[in-house]
T-cell receptor, first 114, second 112 residues
Framework: DVKVTQSSRYLVKRTGEKVFLECVQD?????MFWYRQDPGLGLRLIYFSYDVKMKEKGDIPEGYSVSREKKERFSLILESASTNQTSMYLCASTQTGGKQETQYFGPGTRLLVL | RKEVEQDPGPFNVPEGATVAFNCTYS??????FFWYRQDCRKEPKLLMS???SGNEDGRFTAQLNRASQYISLLIRDSKLSDSATYLCVVNTKNTGFQKLVFGTGTRLLVSP
């Protein structure tokens, strides 16, 4: 079974703190994604990566950065957390070619910024 | 206008009922279509792909109308365990990369 894990299920941070969200997948997938999910807005793509050290902006990259130093790990960084970044963050992975639509999601991290 | 639009519901149905969800998408260049299911406080999981000719998986039937840019999901003989949010998802190629665009979801509540 494909497994995508995220470093924390729940996180509480203060405004201005630097926040790291880690995601690891164990299926050697090339592509990894970070989304945030908010009521009424659905899942929105923040950043994605199609290879080690490669990254592409999604629809809402402002206030975020990412790092992909190893194939299995994709990190989302909030340089200076703000209250409007309180959300559910979901990481996903998929392989190149084949059924790209089958994105495998991690369990999510609920981030609260005070 | 949202790229993928769904009725948020909730749809409240009794066990055994048939229920249908609809979804519209705005990008005519969209290439493939899916339904994902998301249980409360859980991650989304692929339910089924949607093919042009329509396709069925047990009690679930998906239909695609490219001319009207419309996707549907029909659930027959609803079970309590079908209670979840159903996400309509469209695969669109944008600046050389394919990406999934998610609808906000339709919530289904099946009651005894």
């Amino acid at each position: 079974d494909v497994k995508v894990t995220q470093s924390s299920r729940y996180l509480v941070k203060r405004t201005g703190e630097k926040v790291f969200l880690e995601c690891v997948q164990d299926m050697d997938h090339e592509n990894m994604f970070w989304y945030r999910q908010d009521p009424g807005l659905g899942l929105r793509l923040i950043y994605f990566s199609y290879d080690v050290k490669m990254k592409e902006k999604g629809d809402i990259p402002e206030g975020y950065s990412v790092s992909r130093e190893k194939k299995e790990r994709f990190s989302l960084i909030l340089e200076s957390a703000s209250t409007n970044q309180t959300s559910m963050y979901l990481c996903a992975s998929t392989q190149t070619g084949g059924k790209q639509e089958t994105q495998y999601f991690g369990p999510g991290t609920r981030l609260l910024v005070l | 206008r949202k790229e993928v639009e769904q009725d948020p519901g909730p749809f409240n149905v009794p066990e055994g009922a048939t229920v249908a969800f609809n979804c519209t998408y705005s990008n005519s260049a969209s290439q493939s279509f899916f339904w994902y299911r998301q249980d409360c406080r859980k991650e989304p999981k692929l339910l089924m792909s949607v093919y042009s000719s329509g396709n069925e998986d047990g009690r679930f039937t998906a239909q695609l109308n490219r001319a009207s840019q419309y996707i549907s999901l029909l659930i027959r003989d609803s079970k309590l365990s079908d209670s979840a949010t159903y996400l309509c998802v469209v695969n669109t190629k944008n600046t050389g990369f394919q990406k999934l665009v998610f609808g906000t979801g339709t919530r289904l509540l099946v009651s005894p």
